[in-house]
């Protein structure tokens, strides 16, 4: 399993080289910027009102249980990104 940088880098490369070229074939040079590209888009991740929103609304829905689980919690993150993904400028 990669990590989230990896998987960032890997979506900005194919994005960048319109899926011609295989992430593992890039040069050194190449993959580090992509990774550096990566590590400055994930911490840009700031949540606005709107993402927190989003979040709320999936913990809230989630809430009847005394707990949550690990899948539960990325199901929680997973509806913040996307919320990221589809929130307008």
């Known amino acids: 399993m990669s ?3 990896e998987r960032v880098a890997r979506a900005i490369a ?3 080289t319109n ?3 295989q ?3 890039l040069s050194e040079y190449e993959r580090i910027t992509y990774v550096a590209s990566a590590r400055a888009a994930i911490e840009a991740m700031e949540p606005t009102g709107f993402i927190e ?3 709320w609304q999936k913990l809230r ?3 009847s249980e005394d707990w949550l689980s690990l899948d539960e919690v990325g199901e929680v993150f997973k509806a913040m990104i996307q919320a990221a993904l ?3 400028a």
């Open 3 to 5: 990590t989230m940088v």
């Open 14 to 16: 194919d994005h960048f």
């Open 19 to 21: 899926g011609n070229e």
């Open 23 to 25: 992430y593992d074939d």
């Open 53 to 55: 929103e989003a979040g």
């Open 61 to 63: 829905s989630m809430l």
């Open 86 to 88: 589809k929130e307008q």
